[in-house]
């Protein structure tokens, strides 16, 4: 895969909003010592985690049931 796009993304994730907030987890996670879970060397966080999610290894949470579950 040369290049990166956002509706390689959104083929495996329902909104634009939605894959916002599952990268940007995902770019936080890998800053802070996550292996990747695609090989993507010598690109930035964002590209990696945006590799990560057009390759469907990503799976959103919902947080409301979450959120639930905890009380």
Known sequence: MARITIEDCLRRVSNRFLLVNIVSQRVRQIREGSDYLVSSPKNEDIV???REAA???LVPVDTDETAESKT
């Open 48 to 50: 990696v985690a945006l």
């Open 55 to 57: 390759a469907g290894k």
